[in-house]
Protein backbone atom coordinates (compact mmCIF):
# COMPACT_ATOMS: atom_id res chain seq x y z
CA UNK A 1 0.00 0.00 0.00
CA UNK A 2 1.22 3.30 -1.03
CA UNK A 3 1.63 6.29 1.37
CA UNK A 4 3.12 9.41 1.71
CA UNK A 5 2.97 11.89 4.52
CA UNK A 6 3.97 15.32 3.84
CA UNK A 7 5.03 17.87 7.24
CA UNK A 8 6.99 20.99 7.64
CA UNK A 9 4.87 23.12 6.70
CA UNK A 10 4.07 26.38 9.09
CA UNK A 11 3.64 29.89 9.08
CA UNK A 12 6.73 32.10 8.64
CA UNK A 13 7.16 35.92 7.49
CA UNK A 14 8.21 36.86 4.35
CA UNK A 15 12.07 35.78 3.63
CA UNK A 16 12.15 33.05 6.13
CA UNK A 17 12.49 29.70 4.77
CA UNK A 18 11.05 25.94 5.22
CA UNK A 19 12.09 22.87 4.61
CA UNK A 20 9.16 20.28 3.19
CA UNK A 21 9.38 16.44 3.93
CA UNK A 22 7.80 13.70 2.22
CA UNK A 23 8.21 10.23 3.71
CA UNK A 24 6.97 7.45 0.87
CA UNK A 25 6.06 3.97 1.70
CA UNK A 26 5.18 1.16 -0.51
CA UNK A 27 7.26 2.54 -3.61
CA UNK A 28 10.57 3.07 -4.28
CA UNK A 29 11.78 7.20 -4.77
CA UNK A 30 14.63 5.49 -6.79
CA UNK A 31 12.08 4.03 -9.38
CA UNK A 32 9.00 6.38 -8.84
CA UNK A 33 10.33 9.34 -8.69
CA UNK A 34 8.08 12.31 -6.87
CA UNK A 35 6.22 15.44 -7.84
CA UNK A 36 5.70 18.67 -5.39
CA UNK A 37 2.23 20.49 -6.09
CA UNK A 38 0.68 23.55 -4.17
CA UNK A 39 -2.70 24.89 -4.28
CA UNK A 40 -3.58 28.19 -2.95
CA UNK A 41 -7.52 29.05 -1.94
CA UNK A 42 -9.06 29.73 -5.13
CA UNK A 43 -6.91 28.38 -7.21
CA UNK A 44 -5.70 24.95 -8.97
CA UNK A 45 -2.94 22.70 -7.79
CA UNK A 46 -0.19 23.36 -9.76
CA UNK A 47 3.23 21.45 -9.45
CA UNK A 48 6.02 23.59 -8.43
CA UNK A 49 9.18 20.61 -8.52
CA UNK A 50 9.53 17.29 -9.62
CA UNK A 51 12.55 14.63 -9.07
CA UNK A 52 12.83 11.62 -11.01
CA UNK A 53 14.28 7.99 -9.78
CA UNK A 54 17.05 9.34 -11.48
CA UNK A 55 17.44 12.25 -9.33
CA UNK A 56 16.96 14.86 -12.46
CA UNK A 57 14.47 17.31 -11.21
CA UNK A 58 12.76 20.18 -12.48
CA UNK A 59 10.78 23.28 -11.69
CA UNK A 60 8.08 25.75 -12.80
CA UNK A 61 9.10 29.20 -13.35
CA UNK A 62 7.56 30.33 -10.09
CA UNK A 63 9.70 27.93 -8.65
CA UNK A 64 12.91 28.36 -9.69
CA UNK A 65 15.91 30.04 -7.80
CA UNK A 66 14.24 29.76 -4.26
CA UNK A 67 12.60 25.89 -4.56
CA UNK A 68 15.48 23.21 -4.26
CA UNK A 69 13.74 19.64 -4.20
CA UNK A 70 15.77 16.54 -3.73
CA UNK A 71 15.45 12.57 -2.19
CA UNK A 72 17.09 10.54 0.14
CA UNK A 73 16.48 7.31 -1.46
CA UNK A 74 17.67 5.42 1.73
CA UNK A 75 15.00 7.12 3.81
CA UNK A 76 12.48 7.23 0.57
CA UNK A 77 11.78 10.67 1.47
CA UNK A 78 12.11 13.99 -0.52
CA UNK A 79 12.62 17.27 0.27
CA UNK A 80 11.39 20.90 -0.75
CA UNK A 81 13.56 23.16 0.40
CA UNK A 82 11.90 26.79 -0.20
CA UNK A 83 14.13 30.42 0.71
CA UNK A 84 12.83 33.50 0.16
CA UNK A 85 9.36 32.72 0.68
CA UNK A 86 6.72 35.13 -0.17
CA UNK A 87 3.45 35.81 0.50
CA UNK A 88 2.12 34.10 -2.73
CA UNK A 89 3.84 30.95 -1.32
CA UNK A 90 0.91 30.95 0.77
CA UNK A 91 -0.47 26.99 -0.36
CA UNK A 92 -1.37 23.59 0.98
CA UNK A 93 1.72 21.81 -0.47
CA UNK A 94 1.50 18.45 -1.67
CA UNK A 95 3.46 15.05 -3.00
CA UNK A 96 2.61 13.33 -5.46
CA UNK A 97 3.98 10.24 -7.58
CA UNK A 98 2.86 7.74 -10.21
CA UNK A 99 3.06 3.65 -8.84
CA UNK A 100 1.67 1.16 -11.31
CA UNK A 101 0.12 3.50 -13.31
CA UNK A 102 -2.14 4.75 -9.94
CA UNK A 103 -0.97 8.29 -8.66
CA UNK A 104 -0.96 8.89 -5.04
CA UNK A 105 -1.36 12.16 -2.95
CA UNK A 106 -0.17 12.98 0.22
CA UNK A 107 -2.42 14.91 2.76
CA UNK A 108 -0.85 18.20 2.38
CA UNK A 109 0.83 20.41 4.48
CA UNK A 110 -0.09 24.20 4.92
CA UNK A 111 2.66 27.08 4.57
CA UNK A 112 1.25 30.81 5.28
CA UNK A 113 3.69 33.28 4.67
CA UNK A 114 2.47 36.86 6.29
CA UNK A 115 4.56 40.04 4.74
Known amino acids: QVQLVESGGGSVQAG ?10 G ?20 LVAAITGGGTTTYADSAKGRFTISGDNAK ?33 TQVTVSS
Open 16 to 25: GSLRLSCAAS
Open 27 to 46: IQLSINGMNWYRQAPGNQRE
Open 76 to 108: NTVYLQIHSLKPEDTAVYYCHTFHNWREYWGQG
